[in-house]
Nanobody
Framework: QVHLVESGGGLVQAGGSLRLSCAAS????????MAWYRQAPGKQRELVAQ???????NYADPVKGRFTISGDTAKYTVYLQMNSLKPVDTAVYYC?????????WGQGTQVTVSS
């Protein structure tokens, strides 16, 4: 089994910044990509940002220019630097690690942005 543990969430005022971290432990597997998703109350889980094993990144339109994903998929670590946070960014943020046959999720970390 693989365990993903997120950290770095919290309460921040609009315009502030937070940095989320995710680290994996357990058995090894070939990671194709790692990503951050989020789920706001009453809404579906959505992709925020993704980084592939080749270092390619992909962002959801609402966070482009404000969030930056980084990490080392070979070391099962991924980060999300979130700047210029808005109240609409309030959600539980989940870390995901995907392989060819595997798909693992963390427990999530709450991010709350006050206006």
């Amino acid at each position: 089994q693989v365990h993903l543990v997120e950290s770095g969430g919290g309460l921040v005022q609009a315009g502030g910044s937070l940095r989320l971290s995710c680290a994996a432990s357990g058995r090894t597997f070939r990671v194709i990509s790692m990503a951050w998703y989020r789920q706001a109350p009453g809404k579906q889980r959505e992709l925020v940002a993704q980084i592939t094993s080749e270092g390619m990144t992909n962002y959801a339109d609402p966070v482009k220019g404000r969030f930056t994903i980084s990490g080392d998929t070979a070391k099962y670590t991924v980060y999300l630097q979130m700047n210029s946070l808005k109240p609409v960014d309030t959600a539980v943020y989940y870390c995901n690690a995907a392989g060819i046959f595997d798909d693992f999720w963390g427990q999530g970390t709450q991010v709350t942005v006050s206006s």
